[in-house]
């Protein structure tokens, strides 16, 4: 499966990543590679197979809603890379 | 000496938990520089605290069962107050504001955390390479890898800088170090042991475990994790097993599957014999052998790739220097801060796989691949469900190799993927499985067999990996380190 330039670059804008003209390069080519390997799995005939995306059976951590003590603002805050008064601080969204 | 035996050492007085803790301090002020096992060493709470655990014991207190004894804990598992950075420069500032729940149950049973183990960034790879931090080397030959992702945590208990430390696995990354350093290193069963505080890569996959000595040390630190844990939904709510009680019991008539499909032609020819001698000893040991089939190996490492990117690209979204991190000086806008901060934070692997997952959950792509990877995981599941209706436990090699050198499967991802073809399985299927030494090659590194159990049956496990421990007697040939010899 051979993965085109564009379609390298389509994909690093959905997940927000940059990167050179040369690592944009290496990728299409990397990423080639991984998917002819992982088109092994076509072979194999999986019709009537449910999918296993969850390794527990949902329902069963469903627990009571109590109220309890959580993280105060400044634990909270604590790491933010810049924030002011009680809010992460972004740069501007709207011009 | 192990947990156990300090532990001793601690209770009858004739060494103080600050004794103990000073001299794996200067220890790991010797060779941590060689061998780069730790991103942070935190000498001065670590004393304080064994200060305090030596005034308790004085006023007679009792203390729990790692009273005094060292350990280190991987750096994606949070301690609060002392940073946690993944390995990644994104993460470079963090200091968590609360501790995982293992860290939180290892303290209360009285242990002494000495510092926070390297890894491949956010746990991503097989060599412990990947780290924003350097490599770290493996004790046993320090041109070569220690494995991967919880290669610190492996080479420093190897190295006897600690005791025990704790891991994280989601594809072979406790296993895959235990087996290249030379030292039991367990993955438990999905859900077994609580994953709060634990930095997510793949959630469907992740498990944090410990790794000892001895596997009667791993024993000790499972029962201490282990447990459910309201803050984790996906923490099992079953009661838990002593895994200590019996584990010195005989493993007469127990039944041992060997699947063939996991001694391919990829598998190294001295891996091959020394897992054959381990199966002969197994038998001496009054096992039963049943070679069996496991068809839909082979698929493996491209599901388990599909599966934990996919869940990677969704994980690691959260990276936005916004809340926590290191966000990027150049940023004019926000979604230009987005991709300047996490371009510049992820290093090139954890990019990789973003990507991956990314591609693979697009729109067009979602049935081909990711649908298709976990239809393909309920096959290889229904693989072990079916060799565990004629078999007590599975044995296999750990690895396909001995350690490899450093830099040599950089250059190409899909190489360093295969370091995981033995492992990847077990996360695929949630069940327990096990690194134990089982022998050395010509060149003198760690060879490692894997024992595998159906789900929460621990404590069936390690009493087959003690059995073969106490039989092999690994430790005995194991001499000094090469860089102790040099003086």
């Given amino acids: ?95 | 000496m192990g947990v156990r035996e300090l532990r001793a050492a601690f209770e009858e007085r004739s060494v103080s938990a600050e004794e103990i803790c000073g001299a794996h301090l200067e220890r790991m002020e010797r060779l941590n520089p060689d061998i780069n096992a730790f991103i942070c060493i935190t000498a001065e709470p670590a004393l304080e605290r064994a200060r305090d655990l030596d005034r308790r014991h004085a006023a007679g207190e009792t203390l729990g069962p790692l009273a005094g004894v060292p350990i280190a804990v991987k750096d994606n598992i949070c301690t609060r107050g002392t940073h946690t950075t993944c390995g990644s420069k994104i993460l470079a500032n963090h200091v968590p504001i609360y501790d995982a729940t293992v860290v939180r149950r290892i303290l209360e049973a009285g242990a002494v955390i000495v510092g926070k183990t390297n890894l491949d960034e956010f746990a991503m790879g097989s060599s412990t390479e990947n780290s924003a931090f350097g490599p770290t080397k493996n004790p046993w030959d320090l041109e070569r890898v220690p494995g991967g992702s919880s290669g610190g945590s492996a080479a420093a208990v190897a190295s006897e800088m600690v005791p025990a430390a704790l891991g994280s696995d989601t594809g072979g990354s406790i296993r895959l170090p235990g087996s290249f350093c030379g030292v039991p290193a367990l993955k438990p069963t999905y859900g077994s042991v609580s994953r709060y505080g634990l930095v997510a890569f793949a959630s469907s996959l992740d498990q944090i475990g410990p790794f000892g000595k001895t596997v009667d040390d791993v024993a000790l630190l499972l029962d201490t994790i282990t447990g459910h844990d309201p803050c984790d939904s996906t923490s099992s709510p079953q009661p838990v097993q002593s895994s200590v009680k019996g584990l010195e019991e005989s493993i007469t008539g127990l039944r041992v599957g060997v699947p063939s499909e996991y001694f391919s032609s990829a598998l190294d020819e001295e891996v091959e014999r020394s897992v054959e001698e381990a199966v002969k000893l197994l038998e001496s040991l009054g096992a039963v052998i049943n070679r069996l089939s496991m068809p839909n190996t082979r698929f493996a490492i491209p599901t388990y790739y599909l599966v934990a990117t996919a869940e990677t690209s969704s994980n690691l979204a959260r990276y936005d220097g916004v809340r926590y991190g290191v966000r990027a000086k150049e940023n004019r806008d926000l979604r230009g801060m987005y991709r300047s901060t996490r371009s510049s934070g992820f290093g090139s692997e954890v990019k990789r796989r973003i990507m991956l997952g990314t591609y693979s959950l697009s729109s067009g792509y979602y049935d081909d691949y990711y649908l298709k990877a976990m239809k393909v995981r309920s096959l290889i599941r229904r693989d072990f469900d079916e060799a565990f209706r004629n078999v007590d436990v599975l044995v296999t090699p750990t690895a396909p190799t001995p350690a490899f050198r450093l830099g040599e499967k950089m250059a190409r991802p899909l190489d360093m993927y295969m370091s995981d073809i033995c492992t990847a399985t077990i996360n695929l299927a949630g069940v327990p499985a096990i690194s134990v030494p089982c022998g050395w090659s010509r060149q003198r590194l760690p060879l490692g067999l894997q024992i595998i159990s159906p789900h929460f049956q621990e404590p069936k496990l390690l009493r087959v990996a003690r059995a073969y421990e106490k039989a092999r007697c690994f430790r005995d040939e194991q001499g000094p380190l090469p860089l102790e010899k040099k003086g």
Avoid: C, W
């Fill in chain 1, 1 to 95: 499966m051979k993965i085109t330039l564009d379609e390298v670059r389509r994909i690093a804008a959905l997940a927000h990543l940059d990167f050179s003209n040369k690592e944009y390069e290496e990728l299409a080519s990397q990423l080639s590679d991984i998917l002819d390997y992982i088109e092994a799995l076509k072979e194999l005939d999986t019709s009537g197979v449910n999918p296993t995306s969850h390794q527990t059976e949902s329902g069963e951590a469903l627990r009571e809603d109590e109220v309890r003590p959580s993280l105060s603002e400044a634990e909270v805050l604590a790491n933010a890379p810049e924030h002011g008064g009680a809010h992460f601080k972004v740069p501007k969204v709207i011009g």
